[in-house]
T-cell receptor, first 116, second 113 residues
């Protein structure tokens, strides 16, 4: 399978607990993105990596959120002290470094987080 | 903020062409038009993109008006599996500052048997 893999697919956690999600992008893609999607809404951008460097973070990424991409391969997204408002689908996408022609992202299937 | 406007929902009969419109009146000269779709409980799936010329691939056709202020995604023979939310997005392809895609609310396409 050469797609984007996310783990776990589902996570139920108690409020206040920490959770960590993993994303394995397509191996030759050097750009990696995290998005969050709540019910009935389109995905919202959280953060972006080019190789191991985190180049952009959204205002949605509060201090409780941290993302890493060591060695420019897989990425993790950690949420500390989870709140019920964090319940959402967390999507990862990757893309190659684009040129003038533009290129589409490949998304994973997402991790659905439920905070109870 | 999303820079596109799409109808919230559309229906299409199975086997017929589905034509999904999108307005992007503020599109810049270096911005592409991308279409993605999202089937329930899955991640968005890339469909097609274009800059100026009409484009066709195995999934769909993209018709961009000459002034580039609007476009239409065409699914030539819609099937029940095409029922999804379709997102129209404008983006410079990552070569500029707007590396991330900005999704709006999309169009819920329902293909009816």
């Amino acid at each position: 399978d050469t797609g984007v893999s996310q783990d776990p697919r589902h996570k139920i956690t108690k409020r206040g607990q920490n959770v960590t999600f993993r994303c394995d992008p397509i191996s030759e893609h050097n750009r990696l993105y995290w998005y969050r999607q709540t019910l009935g809404q389109g995905p919202e951008f959280l953060t972006y990596f080019q190789n191991e460097a985190q180049l952009e973070k959204s205002r949605l990424l509060s201090d409780r959120f941290s993302a890493e991409r060591p060695k420019g391969s897989f990425s993790t997204l950690e949420i500390q002290r989870t709140e019920q408002g964090d319940s959402a689908m967390y999507l990862c996408a990757s893309s190659p470094k684009t040129g003038a022609s533009g290129y589409g992202y490949t998304f994973g299937s997402g991790t659905r987080l439920t905070v109870v | 903020d999303a820079k596109t406007t799409q109808p919230p929902s559309m229906d299409c009969a199975e086997g017929r062409a589905a034509n999904l419109p999108c307005n992007h009146s503020t599109i810049s000269g270096n911005e592409y038009v991308y279409w993605y779709r999202q089937i329930h409980s899955q991640g968005p799936q890339y469909i097609i993109h274009g800059l100026k010329n009409n484009e066709t691939n195995e999934m769909a056709s993209l018709i961009i008006t000459e002034d580039r202020k609007s476009s239409t995604l065409i699914l030539p023979h819609a099937t029940l599996r095409d029922t999804a939310v379709y997102y129209c997005i404008v983006n410079d392809g990552g070569s500029g500052s707007a590396r991330q895609l900005t999704f709006g609310s999309g169009t819920q396409l329902t293909v009816l048997p």
